[in-house]
């Protein structure tokens, strides 16, 4: 039996210390697998309660909606400008493109038969201013002549409606040469105002009438813009409504000066007119029939708040929901709730729902969250709207 021991033994003892040398290893690696475990269960433990940032709601009434316009520049006086007399032009001093000053000679007419008019005119005067001398005299002398006895009174009326007479002729002359002044001045041409000489439409030695256009002339302090806008449109703006206009890179403040009280028949839209503050600067740079934009902000009344565009999720059918939590710090409920798109630019968006305005919404990593899951919420002090 000894025997048997000893043979059982030296058989198995290469086993046996292979036992020996195996089981600290498998106790290792035991304790590493109870250890795994339990960071397991803690990393587990910190996923539920995800840290996350929200912001508090800012309910309002309403919110301004950027809207732009296309319009073109237009001149609200650019009159044809002519003699007022007729004649032949010897000279025109400005020509397109021109800025002009009020009073500014344009152009003149041949006046050589007005000046002639002129000194017969003024020998005329003379003679009759004679006449009108002599006359009064021969009245006084008469008028002596009665008191002496040696006059009758008819002879005295005589004088009196001779120097009458001779004082008509004057008048009459000098009417003359007052009209004759206003034809040597209307053969002048001279700007009405100040401006911009946009077409010459005679050239010198032309005959013209009375009136006929010579220069087109756009007056520089009457510029505006005209917007056609469908009526709809047109209700939304205010009267006296300030908007920004573009042109080339410069920006010009510009108000509703008029809107026109019909609609085109044919483009069924109505006029809107916006006239500018001509003390900006670049003003004269803007070119009458070019294209500029225009540029204000629609007041819409309509309750709601502005979220960050990374705060809204897809709903169903169509929807858009935001997740909010009631309060701050850890264990908060994440509750999902509806809401409206009413208006988006940028990076956030005008909304409205059943969101309670003591509620706290979620800014971003909306779509890695789901609706009762608890997290640690901190505010961010971001402002949206």
Known sequence: ??????????????????????????LLVVILKLAGGEKQESKGARDDTLRVD?????????????????????????PMIGFEAAGRIISLTVDEGQYVKK????????????????ERIAASLQGA?????????????ISRLIQQGLESEQRLDEARERTKAADGAVNEILALQQANKVQLDDAILRAPFDGLITQRLQHLGNTVANG?????????????????????????IPADAEATLEYN??????????KTPFTDPVTQTQDLLFAFDHRQKNVADLVVGELVSIHWMQPVTQRGFWVPISALSAGVRGTWRVL???????????VPK???????????????????????????????????????SLIHNERVN
């Open 249 to 258: 890179d410069n920006e010009y403040s510009v108000f509703m000066s008029a």
């Open 103 to 118: 009073g500014q000679v344009l152009g003149l007419l041949d006046t050589e038969a007005t000046l002639a008019q002129q």
């Open 129 to 141: 201013e004679a006449e009108a001398r002599l006359a009064r005299l021969s009245e006084q002398r």
């Open 338 to 376: 509806h809401v409206t798109i009413v208006f988006s630019e940028g990076q956030r968006a005008y909304v409205t729902g059943s969101v309670n305005a003591s509620d706290y919404v979620l800014r971003q990593g909306v779509h890695k969250l789901v609706s009762k899951q608890r997290v640690h």
């Open 1 to 26: 039996m000894k025997d048997k021991l000893t043979q059982f033994i030296h058989q198995h003892r290469r086993i046996a210390l292979s036992l020996l040398l195996i089981s600290p290893l498998l």
């Open 324 to 334: 909010t939590v009631e309060g701050l710090g850890d264990g908060q409920l994440v």
């Open 54 to 78: 929200v912001i508090t709601i800012n309910y309002l009434e309403g919110f301004q909606r950027p809207r732009a316009l296309i319009g073109k520049i237009e001149s609200g006086n650019m």
């Open 212 to 236: 006929q256009p010579v220069f087109a002339l756009q007056d520089m302090s009457a510029l505006r813009a005209r917007v056609a806008v469908a009526s709809d449109t047109a209700r939304l």
